[in-house]
C-alpha cells in the first residue's frame, strides 16, 4: 500500500494522506547515510559530513541571502566527487551560471564542457506573466525530473512555480519528488518563503528529508548571512545547528565565525 499514490478527494478527509505517504517511504532508512560533500569543511561539519544521497532538500530563505551560492557550493562538491548534475535555474541563463561560479573559484566548466553537469534555463518572467500556467509547468519540471540520468537535481528556484499553483499540485510536486529520492535521486530546491503560507510551508517542510533556512540578520552594524538546518535525515544532530557565511567575489562562500560577527 505504500506505493499508492493518494487520489485528489483523499485531500479533503480527516487524515493528512500526503504526511502518512512520507512516513511509509522513510519508516525503514537506515542511520547510516552516505553523504556528498560540498567541499566546503564548515558547512560540511555542521550538515555532518554533507547532503545525504538520495534525499530531498529544501532551502528557504529571502532574496539575495545566499541560496544560489550555497547550491552551486554543493553543485561543485558533487562534480569533484564524480557525481553527474542537472540545474534547472528560474535565476540565471547557464552562460551567467558558469560564469559567475567561475568568479567565486567555483569553476565547473569542464564539467559541462564533457557533460557530467547540465544547466537548463527557464524563463521566469514567462511563468510570472501565464499564472494560469504554473501548475502544468511544474507538472512538466516532475516529468523532466523523472526522465533525467543525472545523480543530483538542482531546482534555483522553485518560486515562481508554486506562487500560482494550488496547495494540491504544490504537495503532490513534493511527494513525488520524495519517491524519485528514495529510488536514489538528490533532489535539492531553493524557494522563497513567501511562496507558501504559512500550514503550506509547514507541511512541505515535514516532506522534505532536509529543510535548511537562509536568512540575512543585522548583528550590530553588520548584516550576515546565516544558514540554519532545522532537519537533516541521518544527522547527529538537526536543530539550533548554525553558520554565518559571506559571499566574496574573489573567493566564493567565507564563513564568518560567530565572534567576530557578536564583537
Known amino acids: 500500500m505504500g506505493d499508492k499514490v493518494p487520489g485528489k478527494e483523499a485531500l479533503f478527509e480527516g487524515e493528512d494522506p500526503f504526511e502518512r505517504e512520507i512516513e511509509n517511504i522513510t519508516e525503514d532508512e537506515e542511520s547510516s547515510v552516505e553523504v556528498i560533500s560540498s567541499g566546503n569543511l564548515e558547512v560540511d561539519r555542521k550538515m555532518d559530513g554533507g547532503v545525504p544521497v538520495a534525499s530531498l532538500s529544501l532551502l528557504e530563505g529571502v532574496n539575495d ?144 528529508n532536509a529543510y535548511l533556512e537562509i536568512r540575512i540578520e543585522q548583528v550590530g552594524d553588520q548584516l550576515v548571512k546565516t544558514m540554519e538546518i532545522q532537519k537533516l535525515r541521518g544527522a547527529r544532530k538537526v536543530n539550533g545547528n548554525s553558520l554565518c557565511f559571506d559571499v566574496d567575489s574573489n573567493f566564493g562562500l567565507k564563513i564568518v565565525p560567530v565572534s567576530r560577527v557578536k564583537a
Not at 548534475?85 to 540565471?92: A, G, I, N, R, Y
Not at 560564469?99 to 567565486?104: F, I, S, W
Not at 516529468?143 to 531546482?155: A, G, N, P, Q, S
Not at 499553483?165 to 524519485?180: P, Q, W
Request: overall charge negative; glycine content about 4%.
Open 65 to 208: 541571502s545566499g541560496k544560489s551560492v550555497l547550491l552551486q557550493q554543493i553543485m561543485w562538491g558533487a562534480l569533484n566527487e564524480e557525481k553527474t548534475v542537472l540545474v534547472l535555474t528560474t535565476e540565471k541563463t547557464s552562460r551567467e551560471l558558469l560564469k559567475q561560479m567561475e568568479g567565486l573559484s567555483l569553476d565547473i566548466s569542464d564539467y559541462f564542457i564533457i557533460g557530467r553537469s547540465r544547466i537548463f534555463s527557464i524563463e521566469g518572467n514567462y511563468i510570472e506573466s501565464n499564472p494560469h500556467l504554473s501548475e502544468n509547468l511544474l507538472q512538466l519540471l516532475l516529468e523532466c525530473i523523472k526522465k533525467c540520468e543525472e545523480d543530483i537535481v538542482i531546482i534555483d528556484s522553485l518560486t515562481v512555480f508554486v506562487v500560482n499553483s494550488s496547495e494540491n499540485a504544490i504537495l503532490n510536486f513534493f511527494t513525488e519528488c520524495v519517491k524519485l529520492c528514495d529510488k536514489g535521486k538528490t533532489i535539492l530546491i531553493s524557494v522563497h518563503g513567501y511562496a507558501f503560507s504559512e500550514a503550506l510551508l509547514s507541511r512541505v517542510r515535514t516532506i522534505c
